[in-house]
């Protein structure tokens, strides 16, 4: 016993020397690993706010990453320091993680789908988009969901997988901030077609939002059921589209009518048909 405690004794200063200096190790490096780390995901932060290339919603995202991930390497080589089989460990943190992964999928969908929208900016705040046949005007773009509002006024919350995973129409960005309006207008067959293309013709050389290059297109585009269909395609500013169009309507109908041209619209004819009365024959 005696013997025992006596190698115990002998051995005790120097374990307590290894363990003492693997603490103070421990702690150093923890201190240093942990100031590393925030200087690190400050330093990134900033570099990334100086680049007007990159979307602002990065900046933090960024500098948190980085700030994680030299954490993550300080503890693993601290418990490297105390024998701690850091492979085993790393396997533990994969495996882990991928079962994370695997749970919330439709969640890590939506964050890749978020990460190529802020990448390839199809379109920004305040545009106006549409989204599978449906169009909202953006109101925030986020790495889980974008959140924006009908034109009308409720609000929507779009998943971002659904908005990556379907045709987009970015309705506020076009070539040259051009807009094209199609209209067609319907005229009696007995009318002239001349007379009518005359009569849009000046209405469009009167709207002083209509531009002259592309040049104003007015023919004749098909021989419908009750109407000659002529089509009416003029360019305009984005800003200008919506008026233009809504007061196209009002002044080529006005001016049509005035003109003495029939705009005509579908009609019923109801033939009644009386039956002959029966004659009683007797019996």
Same mark, same amino acid.
């Not at 007379?195 to 002083?208: N, P, R």
């Given at each position: 016993?005696?013997?025992?405690?006596?190698?115990?004794?002998?051995?005790?200063?120097?374990?307590?020397?290894?363990?003492?200096?693997?603490?103070?190790?421990?702690?150093?490096?923890?201190?240093?690993?942990?100031?590393?780390?925030?200087?690190?995901?400050?330093?990134?932060?900033?570099?990334? $706010?100086?680049?007007?290339? %990159? /979307?602002?919603?990065?900046?933090? !995202?960024? #500098?948190? +990453?980085?700030?994680? *991930?030299?954490?993550?390497?300080?503890?693993?080589?601290?418990?490297?320091?105390?024998?701690?089989?850091?492979?085993?460990?790393?396997?533990?943190?994969?495996?882990?993680?991928?079962?994370?992964?695997?749970?919330?999928?439709?969640?890590?969908?939506?964050?890749?789908?978020?990460?190529?929208?802020?990448?390839?900016?199809?379109?920004?705040?305040?545009?106006?988009?549409?989204?599978?046949?449906?169009?909202?005007?953006?109101?925030?773009?986020?790495?889980?969901?974008?959140?924006?509002?009908?034109?009308?006024?409720?609000?929507?919350?779009?998943?971002?997988?659904?908005?990556?995973?379907?045709?987009?129409?970015?309705?506020?960005?076009?070539?040259?901030?051009?807009?094209?309006?199609?209209?067609?207008?319907?005229? $009696?067959?007995?009318?002239? %077609? /001349?007379?009518?293309?005359?009569? !849009?013709? #000046?209405? +469009?050389?009167?709207? *002083?939002?209509?531009?002259?290059?592309?040049?104003?297109?007015?023919?004749?585009?098909?021989?419908?059921?009750?109407?000659?269909?002529?089509?009416?395609?003029?360019?305009?500013?984005?800003?200008?589209?919506?008026?233009?169009?809504?007061?196209?309507?009002?002044?080529?109908?006005?001016?049509?009518?005035?003109?003495?041209?029939?705009?005509?619209?579908?009609?019923?004819?109801?033939?009644?048909?009386?039956?002959?009365?029966?004659?009683?024959?007797?019996?």
């Amino acid at each position: 016993m005696n013997d025992i405690l006596q190698r115990y004794t002998e051995h005790l200063p120097a374990l307590l020397i290894a363990w003492g200096s693997n603490l103070a190790g421990a702690l150093i490096t923890l201190v240093i690993g942990f100031t590393v780390a925030g200087w690190a995901g400050r330093l990134v932060r900033r570099a990334m $706010a100086r680049s007007g290339k %990159i /979307d602002p919603i990065f900046h933090p !995202l960024a #500098g948190k +990453v980085v700030r994680l *991930a030299i954490m993550v390497f300080t503890i693993i080589a601290v418990l490297g320091r105390f024998g701690v089989e850091t492979a085993s460990l790393i396997a533990a943190i994969g495996a882990a993680g991928l079962a994370v992964g695997l749970a919330l999928q439709g969640t890590l969908s939506n964050v890749a789908a978020g990460v190529m929208l802020l990448l390839l900016r199809p379109f920004k705040i305040g545009d106006a988009v549409n989204v599978g046949g449906s169009v909202y005007i953006i109101d925030s773009i986020g790495f889980f969901a974008c959140r924006a509002h009908l034109p009308d006024g409720p609000k929507a919350f779009l998943p971002n997988a659904e908005i990556w995973g379907k045709t987009l129409i970015n309705l506020s960005e076009t070539e040259q901030d051009l807009r094209r309006i199609d209209q067609t207008y319907g005229i $009696a067959y007995g009318d002239d %077609i /001349d007379t009518a293309i005359a009569i !849009l013709s #000046g209405v +469009v050389a009167d709207e *002083a939002r209509i531009r002259t290059d592309p040049a104003p297109l007015i023919k004749v585009q098909a021989l419908g059921e009750s109407s000659v269909d002529i089509l009416l395609r003029v360019w305009t500013a984005r800003a200008d589209w919506w008026d233009t169009q809504l007061d196209l309507l009002k002044t080529a109908k006005q001016q049509l009518e005035a003109g003495g041209i029939t705009i005509p619209f579908p009609q019923r004819e109801l033939h009644l048909i009386q039956a002959a009365p029966q004659t009683k024959t007797a019996g």
